[in-house]
């Protein structure tokens, strides 16, 4: 199965910056699945809490008030991003940069760092179906 993570409406819910450059940050995750690809084969959609650990980890921005939704955002690996996409799992090394728009009050906050790994915390709540034509069926829960 693959897995990916739309920044836009994905939830931050916690960041934590240690002195020595580890740390992590969690959110409670638009998460898009599928036996094949994510975005070319049927899939479905939903909700997962996801961790992002980080080494070399540097704040740029107010981390302010958290537990808010991304309006936007983009992890950079080497000055190249996925169009606000995060394919998962997420393992990467090098100049990265996790930058997201957070919609209370519409700050930019970037977490730059030199290595990042994910890992799904809980169950997915799936809530849409997706055919391979794209067309969304909802789930009743």
Same mark, same amino acid.
């Given at each position: ?30 998460? &898009? ?5 994510? &975005? ?13 650990? &980080? ?68 169950? &997915? ?17």
């Amino acid at each position: 199965m693959t897995y990916a993570m739309e920044m836009h409406d994905s939830w931050l819910e916690e960041v934590v910056s240690n002195p020595d450059g580890t740390g992590f940050s969690t959110f409670y995750g638009s998460i &898009f699945r599928s036996d094949g690809q994510v &975005f070319k084969d049927a899939q479905e959609s939903g909700w997962q809490k996801l961790r992002f650990d &980080f080494e070399g980890m540097r704040i740029e921005g107010e981390i302010g008030e958290l537990n808010t939704w991304a309006s936007g955002g983009e992890l950079w690996i080497g000055g190249k991003n996925d169009n606000g996409i995060i394919f998962l799992p997420a393992e990467h090394t090098g100049r990265l940069c996790l930058e997201m728009c957070l919609a209370q009050d519409y700050r930019t906050l970037k977490i730059h760092a030199t290595k990042i790994r994910s890992t799904f915390i809980g169950e &997915f709540e799936i809530e849409a179906v997706w055919d391979a034509e794209g067309n969304p069926k909802r789930v009743d829960a």
